[in-house]
């Protein structure tokens, strides 16, 4: 799912997808024309606390992932390195690849 702010050149991607359908191979989205670019990406479940979300080139907005976890996120990485660009519930992204892991602690 993506839905755009034309006002504000920002994308918000995943939002409203269940926690099952990112199980197994997840979900792709291929070369998606969008008012900001071509979108392609992708997310699955890599554990149950869990979700990686690779980002293709070719978008030129800011990007709000919405990652289907059932617990507010305790951690994010963006390409191998921390970020604090985050919140309970989304990981705000500059445009341009990325590799984003999205973790919670799983309601422990």
């Known amino acids: 799912m993506r839905y755009a702010g ?3 050149q ?3 991607l995943a939002a409203g997808l269940a ?3 990112v199980t197994g191979a997840g979900v792709v989205v291929k070369s998606m024309p969008t008012l900001y670019g071509s979108l392609s990406y ?3 479940r890599l554990d ?3 979700v990686r979300f690779e980002i293709g080139s070719g978008n030129k907005a800011r990007m709000i992932l919405r990652p289907p976890l059932t617990t507010p996120l305790v951690s994010v990485t963006i390409d191998g390195r ?3 660009s985050f919140d309970g519930d989304s990981v705000t ?3 341009g690849p990325a590799e984003v892991i999205c973790s919670t602690d799983g309601g422990a």
Do not use: G, K, N
Request: one cysteine or more; proline letters at 14%; charged letters at 15%.
């Open 6 to 8: 034309a006002l504000c």
């Open 10 to 12: 920002v994308m918000v």
């Open 19 to 21: 926690p099952e359908w």
């Open 42 to 44: 992708s997310v699955r």
């Open 48 to 50: 149950p606390q869990t």
């Open 82 to 84: 921390a970020s604090t």
């Open 93 to 95: 992204i500059d445009p």
